[in-house]
């Protein structure tokens, strides 16, 4: 397969050298970094609206906080891609940005 050259297909050549299995469904885990923390109250109000359960992490001496949510379906390029440009669109105005994700497997 063939995916663009940015850190998304990346990540994509590299679960395919590890012989990942496209062709399932898997829960995909996307993060949600805020500019300041905590982030404001209404943007987890639109990431539940958005995707259900989300989990707060607080920041620690290992790094800053963020948010987590998963969104369980195929994995494809388009569609993690998609996912962080439209959660990106939405938290822009609370100081958010949706910039990493990953998949266990």
């Given at each position: 397969m063939s995916w663009p050259d940015d850190a998304d297909g990346d990540v994509?050549?590299?679960?395919e050298a590890n012989g990942f299995d496209f062709s399932k469904p898997y829960a995909v885990d996307y993060n949600v970094d805020f500019e300041s923390w905590p982030p404001a109250s209404a943007?987890?109000?639109?990431?539940?609206s958005?995707?259900?359960?989300i989990e707060v992490f607080e920041?620690?001496?290992?790094?800053?906080?963020?948010v987590l949510?998963?969104?369980?379906?195929?994995i494809t390029y388009e569609g993690v891609t998609s996912v962080q440009r439209r959660t990106?669109?939405?938290?822009?105005?609370?100081g958010?940005?949706?910039?990493?994700w990953g998949v266990m497997h």
């Open positions: 994509f050549r590299r679960l943007a987890l109000e639109v990431l539940r958005q995707y259900g359960s920041p620690d001496e290992d790094g800053d906080g963020y949510f998963q969104v369980v379906g195929p990106s669109s939405t938290m822009q105005p609370f958010g940005i949706c910039e990493s």
